[in-house]
Nanobody
């Protein structure tokens, strides 16, 4: 099970830090992806990270503003995004799957969190 946290109301130009915590130990190859879905839009890939933290992929649309990393102490994957604007307003989801490929398609992930809302005010 994956549980997101950290969503909040933030002013334009600010930053956010989201956490995706796994409820149990993860063994073997595993990938966690972050996605977001704005009202009326399709779910969009943001970033993905292998559970060992060695490989990462970031969507071109947010590259330069996003960092994805492991928090070993909290058994979680962190997503940090800066220089936010109103187009970043969305529900952010983390998702997981076994394996080593950093998929960007939501359909390739089988375990999803409930989502956390980020609202950017201008």
């Amino acid at each position: 099970q994956l549980v997101e946290s950290g969503g909040k109301l933030v002013q334009a130009g600010g930053s956010m830090r989201l956490s995706c915590a796994a409820s149990g130990r993860i063994f073997g190859s595993y990938v966690v992806g972050w996605f977001r879905q704005a009202p009326g839009k399709e779910r969009e890939f943001v970033a993905a990270l292998s559970w060992d933290g060695r490989r990462r992929g970031i969507a071109d649309s947010v590259k330069g503003r996003v960092t994805i990393s492991r928090d070993n102490a909290e058994n979680s994957v962190l997503l940090q995004m800066g220089n936010l604007d109103d187009e970043d307003t969305a529900v952010y989801y983390c998702a997981g799957r076994e394996g080593s490929i950093l998929y960007s398609s939501p359909g390739e992930y089988f375990t999803w969190g409930q989502g956390t809302l980020v609202t950017v005010s201008s």
